[in-house]
């Protein structure tokens, strides 16, 4: 009896059973290849992929959006632990197949080096841990997702409370702060508890496929090709040198805004000069009316993806107990689509996040016109130069929210988070380095290393008496738990962006276009490339690049806030 041919939407799929999927592995695997087959093949693959990736993806977003739904959980945990591990083993049963075709394919050769550095680490020994490290992120996820604080007379969620940093009254402010941390603070032995057990498999994975340390063994496992641990080291120097210092003449011009002694934890968000909070938006629907009227005055055709996707739901945006915390943007592959998520609060943060998130949904429509899924996965690096981008290039068009006034107060507060966030970024890769490089530590040396780091790159804060709460920080990034490394790449497409920025300040047209041109290639050529393309330089670790963009970032916000 013949194999029926794979459906064209999720919904006609049984992903949730292996029973069914099995047998299209098995066809694939069977059938003859040639230099004249491999081609349909590939295509024939990367469709039963799309909807592997769109079925589980629909899975976890349901999760995220009611993690207190047990069955949501359960079906999400079900794909995890019985169709993963075994899609794991069969997928690399036909990359194997290819490699062993030995076939040359110019226009493919990214996807086949990486195919090949895949083939080289696997290890079917780790297939059951991966699945047990998937796990535990559910568990992250669960824990932060069910935080919540009594305050202001009210049961809130940790991202419902961010508005509180935001007030003028210094008391109010304080007070937040510490609820918010003491409730953190709570979970803080179990999150040791799950990252010990991360650590532990992680580190067991690394060894399984001949690395000295997961380190080593995530660098080759993400593909990174382009740049070495020694250059995430270079760079986190050049940020020390050239951002360290501007960030501490940024912190010092607030002190003396706000007339403090020093700074506390609970001042580095509220207006300086003790204005209130901007306040954006009311409701999740005047958010994406606006923000889709911002998209406009860009681009057309970026304002119609935006469209798209509003009238398509799949904008889910606003906060709500038992919702995951945090924001992203995934790709849906079969319908060419993007789905957006994130926590609202009627903050200018909720504007800078979705504009944010939009750059990576117009990342993921423009490239879905290639054929092969593994081409539209692109890296973070170039992913996030899609995103942190269009923050910038709509920066111009905040008048949708604000008045003129407000619209400078805003651009400002954006460019110094820009350059604020670099030394953060180099505390959390810097760390996970340590980390992994020390897999023998324990939680009392793993929060003295993250106080370490936060001295040598985060200094102009008093931390005075809140020495555990800084020391127990790093719990609440969640990439350190569930996506270990994926944070240089912020720091490295901030680079990049900062560059398309620039560009877009001599000659917007040009500099749109080449970022269009730039998203539309997906993943078919090396990084140093695509930023090219894009029009910048990809030596992220250049002291004196980086110096001529933080000079700009500078004068930008000597100007902006004049007019502020």
């Known amino acids: 009896m013949a194999l029926a041919p794979l459906p064209d939407t999720v919904e006609a799929f049984n992903g949730q059973d292996w029973d069914a999927v099995a047998p299209y592995y098995d066809e694939l695997l069977a059938r003859p290849l040639s230099p004249e087959t491999v081609e349909a093949w590939l295509r024939d693959w990367s469709h039963l992929e799309a909807l592997l990736s769109d079925t589980y993806t629909r899975l976890h977003i349901a999760y995220d959006l009611d993690t207190a739904d047990a069955e949501k959980e359960a079906a999400a945990e079900r794909f995890i632990t019985e169709i993963y591990p075994k899609v794991l083993v069969a997928q690399q049963a036909l990359k194997e197949k290819l490699v062993a075709g030995g076939y040359d394919l110019p226009e493919h050769e990214v996807l086949l080096r990486d195919i090949r550095n895949e083939v080289e680490i696997y290890r079917e020994e780790n297939v059951p841990l991966l699945s047990q490290v998937q796990q ?57 508890d799950l990252f010990d057990q991360m650590l532990k498999l992680r580190h067991q994975i690394a060894q399984n496929a001949g690395f000295e340390n997961y380190r080593d063994y995530m660098f080759r496992s993400m593909g990174r090709f382009d740049y070495t641990p020694d250059d995430c080291k270079a760079f986190h120097a050049a940020i020390e040198d050239a951002v360290v210092p501007a960030v501490q003449r940024r912190l010092e011009h607030r002190r003396r805004q706000m007339g403090l002694e020093a700074l506390r934890p609970w001042d580095l968000s509220v207006d300086p000069l003790g204005r209130e909070p901007l306040h954006p938006f009311d409701d999740v629907e005047t958010l994406i009316q606006k ?131 670099l ?32 001295e040598r790159f985060l200094p102009g804060v008093d931390w005075s008496g809140l020495e555990e709460e800084r020391a127990s920080y790093w719990q609440r990034q969640l ?42 290639l997906g993943y078919t050529r090396p990084l140093p490339e695509l930023f090219q393309r894009a029009g910048a330089s990809f030596a992220f670790g250049d002291k004196a690049l980086l110096a001529d963009l933080v000079a700009l970032v500078e004068q930008q916000l000597a100007e902006l806030e004049g007019e502020a």
């Open 291 to 421: 923000t889709r009227n911002i998209f406009a005055q860009v681009d057309g055709t970026l304002a119609e993806y935006f469209r798209t996707m509003a009238e398509e739901h799949l904008l889910e945006l606003d906060s709500r107990k038992g919702k995951a915390p945090g924001g992203y943007c995934t790709r849906l592959y079969m319908t060419g689509r993007a789905f957006i998520f994130m926590n609202a609060a009627g903050m200018h943060s909720d504007v800078q996040t979705l504009l944010h998130e939009s750059g990576h949904s117009f990342h993921d429509f423009e490239m879905s016109h290639l054929p092969l899924i593994w081409e539209q996965n692109v890296p973070s690096e170039i992913a996030e130069v899609a995103s942190m981008s269009m923050e910038l290039l709509t920066a111009p068009y905040l008048s949708e929210f604000y008045d003129d006034v407000e619209v400078a107060r805003a651009r400002a507060e954006h460019l110094e988070g820009t350059l604020s966030f």
């Open 423 to 454: 030394p953060y970024m180099a505390v959390v890769d810097a760390f996970q380095h340590w980390i992994y490089e020390n897999p023998d530590h324990d939680r009392r040396e793993r929060d003295a290393k993250w106080l370490e780091l936060n």
């Open 479 to 520: 990439h350190i738990y569930e996506v270990p490394f994926y944070y240089i790449e912020y720091g490295i497409a901030q680079i990049g962006a900062w560059q398309v920025w620039r560009n877009s300040l001599n000659d917007p047209a040009r500099a749109l276009a080449d970022y269009r041109a730039a998203l539309a």
């Open 136 to 192: 535990l992120s559910m568990q992250y996820q669960k824990i932060m997702g069910a935080m919540t604080v009594e305050f202001d007379g009210e049961e809130r969620t940790i991202p419902q409370m961010r508005p509180y940093l935001l007030k003028t009254d210094r008391g109010v402010r304080e007070a937040a702060w510490r609820a918010m941390r003491r409730r953190q603070m709570a979970d803080r032995e179990q999150l040791h």
